[in-house]
C-alpha cells in the first residue's frame, strides 16, 4: 500500500493511502485533514494531532505534499490511482480509486489568461495546466495527468454566469460560484463570447495547446426591436441538484450592416454608446406586418427541446417612398438616423385596400407594396 513518513516532534508516523497510520510499525489510528489544510493524525485513543504541510500541484498536474522544502509524496506518482473532484469548491481527494478514504483541501481558485486554473492553499499558488469545456454551459474543468494521458480529472462548480461589456465593447461573462462556507467568488473568462451560427446559442470558444475548446451556452436568444440583446440561460441539473442557475445575458448593440442581405451583424455597445464588437445572428431579412404597418425584420431559428422555433423582430422604424419613386427604410443607429435603400427588395404597384401597405411620398404620390424583402402581400 503507498504510504509516506510525517514527522511531529519526536514521533515519526507512515501514513498511507487507505487513511490509516502506524507508528513504529504497529497500527497507530487514521488520518485526514482540517480547515487550515493540515494532516491531521487521530490515534485509536487519545489526541488528534495536527501536523504542519504543505500542497501544490507540479508541472504534472500531480498533487504533492510537502513538509517544509522536503517533498514527500507526489499522490500521482504511487501504483495508487486518485480521483480529485470539487463539492462546494473544496477539492475532494481521493488518493486510492478502490478506496473509500478521502480527504479535502480548503484554497483560493482563480483561472489566468491562458485557461488554467489554480489553486492557493496556505499561501502557495500552483497551476493546474487544462481547459474549460461544457455542451451545456456547466463550468467544468478537465485536466489530464501529463505521465498518464488516459488519466483525465473535472472539478466542476456550481453557480451561475452573469454577462458584462467590456470597455473596448466586447461581450463577456464570468461564473459566480458558492463555497462551502455560503460565500461567493468568480471566475472570469479572458475571451470574449460569440454566437454559434449553427444553432444561434451563444458560446465561448477559444485555442489552447493546437486544439478547440468550446463551452456552449444552452438558452433561448431574443432580439428586441431595438437592437437588445437578451439570452436567458437554461437551468442546469446533475443528479438532481442546481449545476448552473438560469440566469440572462444582456448587451445593448446596433445595426452594423448598410444592406438588408445575409445574415444580421450587430455592433455590441460600449458604455459611451459607440460600437464595439460584432455578434453575427444566422437567419434572414424578411418583412413582418404590424398592427400599424409594415415593417423590415429579420428571422432566425433555434432548436428549443427537440422543436425548431422560429422567432422575427420588427425593425424600429419606418418605410419611406421617395419622389424619384425609391424607397428605403429609415431608422437610427448609434443615435443617427440612417437609410438603407431597398431597391431590388421591394415591388410596389396601385393603392392597397389594407392601409399598412401604402407608401405616400412627399409630394403625395401613393404606391402599394406588393412584395418586401421577399415576401408577398
Do not use: C
Amino acid at each position: 500500500m503507498p504510504a509516506f513518513q510525517l514527522k511531529k516532534g519526536t514521533d515519526t508516523f507512515d501514513l498511507d493511502t487507505t487513511g490509516s497510520v502506524k507508528k513504529a510499525g504497529a497500527a497507530f489510528g487514521k488520518w485526514s485533514t482540517n480547515a487550515a489544510n493540515q494532516i491531521v493524525v487521530s490515534p485509536s485513543s487519545g489526541t488528534a494531532i495536527p501536523i504542519d504541510v504543505a500542497w501544490s500541484f507540479n508541472d504534472d498536474n500531480h498533487l504533492i505534499l510537502k513538509s517544509g522544502q522536503d517533498k514527500v509524496f507526489d499522490f500521482s506518482g504511487s501504483s495508487a490511482k486518485p480521483v480529485l473532484k470539487t463539492t462546494d469548491a473544496v477539492l475532494q481527494v481521493f488518493p486510492d480509486n478502490t478506496q473509500a478514504f478521502t480527504f479535502n483541501l480548503n484554497g483560493e481558485w482563480d483561472i489566468d489568461e491562458n485557461h488554467n486554473l489554480s489553486l492557493t492553499v496556505g499561501g502557495v499558488k500552483s497551476s493546474i495546466k487544462g481547459f474549460i469545456q461544457d455542451p451545456k454551459g456547466r463550468f467544468m474543468y478537465h485536466f489530464f495527468d501529463k505521465q498518464d494521458l488516459t488519466r483525465e480529472s473535472i472539478l466542476g462548480f456550481v453557480g451561475a454566469w452573469e454577462s458584462f461589456t467590456s470597455a473596448d465593447g466586447k461581450p463577456m461573462v464570468r461564473f459566480k460560484y458558492k463555497r462551502a462556507n455560503s460565500t461567493e467568488d468568480t471566475f472570469e473568462l479572458p475571451g470574449a463570447i460569440t454566437v454559434n451560427r449553427t444553432i444561434n446559442e451563444f458560446m465561448y470558444e477559444y485555442d489552447k495547446d493546437g486544439q478547440r475548446r468550446r463551452l456552449q451556452f444552452v438558452g433561448s436568444l431574443n432580439i428586441n426591436e431595438n437592437f437588445q440583446i437578451t439570452y436567458t440561460l437554461d437551468r442546469q441539473v446533475s443528479q438532481g441538484k442546481e449545476q448552473v442557475a438560469s440566469t440572462t445575458f444582456t448587451f445593448g448593440t446596433a445595426f452594423r450592416r448598410n444592406d438588408f442581405t445575409g445574415d444580421i451583424e450587430l455592433a455590441i455597445k460600449k458604455t459611451d454608446g459607440s460600437p464595439g464588437a460584432s455578434i453575427t445572428v444566422a437567419g434572414k431579412f424578411t418583412a413582418v406586418l404590424g398592427p400599424t404597418q409594415l415593417s423590415a425584420g429579420f428571422a432566425f431559428q433555434q432548436i428549443r427541446n427537440g422543436a425548431v422555433v422560429v422567432s422575427t423582430i420588427a425593425f424600429n422604424g419606418s418605410l419611406k417612398l421617395k419622389d424619384n419613386g425609391e424607397i428605403t427604410w429609415e431608422f437610427a443607429r448609434n443615435a443617427t438616423q440612417m437609410s438603407i435603400n431597398l431597391t431590388g427588395q421591394v415591388q410596389v404597384g396601385d393603392f392597397r385596400l389594407d392601409g399598412r401597405l401604402n407608401l405616400k411620398s412627399e409630394n403625395g404620390k401613393v404606391a402599394g407594396v406588393k412584395v418586401l424583402l421577399g415576401v408577398a402581400f
